[in-house]
T-cell receptor, first 113, second 114 residues
């Protein structure tokens, strides 16, 4: 059974710092991996989608990497801003016919001004 | 930019009552999903829907749950007889190409069962 874990559970950094969020999954037979952002009481906003054949994806100050064989992904946020404060979720889609996403536990990020 | 919308944003109901949660997916999307998040827990998959039928469901999605696309725009989740443990945030999502692309999530409906 696929388990997705995120470390750390919570992180507080001063504005301007670069930071890395970690996601690990137990079954490497994934189809793709996504990073989402969740603001309090709000829905999920997709940040980056990495297909299993890719090593990384970039969008603005965000860079996500994927090492499928070791079951790990990282989300790198450069020059963090207070507006980046949110919960960050990673989710994997397994191979095969399924479309369901299996979510991680989330990392609550606070960027202090 | 098109968005997934959900109504109501909050719903309070008594245990044993039926509730219907409504979603309007992005207009050209073909795949539809429901997820839920119990407070403090992970987001969990409930069901996926394509071509007017359920394509996949989780063990959570028992006989108390049903989904329907009653017209060309709405996608609903019905819970027939709510239990206390159904209290959660329910998210609707949609996409156009199934596993090939990201899923676009709505803002959620917070359901509280008393």
């Amino acid at each position: 059974k696929q388990e997705v874990t995120q470390i750390p559970a919570a992180l507080s950094v001063p504005e301007g710092e670069n930071l890395v969020l970690n996601c690990s999954f137990t079954d490497s037979a994934i189809y793709n991996l996504q990073w989402f952002r969740q603001d309090p009481g709000k829905g999920l906003t997709s940040l980056l989608l990495i297909q299993s054949s890719q090593r990384e994806q970039t969008s603005g100050r965000l860079n996500a990497s994927l090492d499928k064989s070791s079951g790990r992904s990282t989300l790198y946020i450069a020059a963090s801003q207070p507006g980046d404060s949110a919960t960050y979720l990673c989710a994997v889609r397994l191979g095969g016919a399924t479309n369901k996403l299996i979510f991680g536990t989330g990392t609550l990020l606070a960027v202090q001004p | 930019e098109p968005e997934v919308t959900q109504t109501p944003s909050h719903q309070v109901t008594q245990m044993g009552q039926e509730v219907i949660l409504r979603c309007v997916p992005i207009s050209n999307h073909l795949y539809f999903y429901w997820y839920r998040q119990i407070l403090g827990q992970k987001v969990e998959f409930l069901v996926s829907f394509y071509n007017n039928e359920i394509s996949e469901k989780s063990e959570i999605f028992d006989d108390q749950f049903s989904v329907e696309r009653p017209d060309g725009s709405n996608f609903t989740l019905k819970i027939r007889s709510t239990k206390l443990e159904d209290s959660a945030m329910y998210f609707c999502a949609s996409n156009n190409r199934g596993r090939w692309e990201t899923q676009y999530f709505g803002p959620g409906t917070r359901l509280l069962v008393l």
